[in-house]
Nanobody, 122 residues
Framework: QVQLVESGGGLVQAGGSLRLSCTVS????????MGWFRQPPGKERELLAT????????YYVDSVKGRVTISRDNANNTEYLQMNSLKPEDTAVYYC???????????????WGQGTLVTVSS
């Protein structure tokens, strides 16, 4: 059974940085397109970034472009989200997702992690 496990969340001051990790086990990581989502308190889950299976192409939503970097290490079955210049409004539960076809908000995705909480204090 394929599992996704996020780590790296925590409490950080505004202006700080965090790197989230998502490790995939039980499957062939390099076959999956990967993405990061977040769900702020009281709000819907939103897409942040995606990366192709090879890591060659990335996509960012405008709200985080320039502040976050998505990457992956296929040799170590891990996806990353480097977040810089964090703001209180970045406070959310962050989720990684995987799909063998594409990361999309328009259809159900194959796999989700359990989420990791990021809290940004002002």
């Amino acid at each position: 059974q394929v599992q996704l496990v996020e780590s790296g969340g925590g409490l950080v001051q505004a202006g700080g940085s965090l790197r989230l990790s998502c490790t995939v086990s039980g499957g062939t990581f390099s076959r999956y397109v990967m993405g990061w989502f977040r769900q702020p308190p009281g709000k819907e889950r939103e897409l942040l970034a995606t990366i192709t299976s090879s890591g060659g192409v990335t996509y960012y939503v405008d709200s985080v472009k320039g502040r976050v970097t998505i990457s992956r290490d296929n040799a170590n079955n891990t996806e990353y989200l480097q977040m810089n210049s964090l703001k209180p409004e970045d406070t959310a539960v962050y989720y990684c997702a995987a799909d063998r076809y594409a990361i999309s908000t328009q259809r159900p995705l194959e796999l989700w992690g359990q989420g990791t909480l990021v809290t940004v204090s002002s």
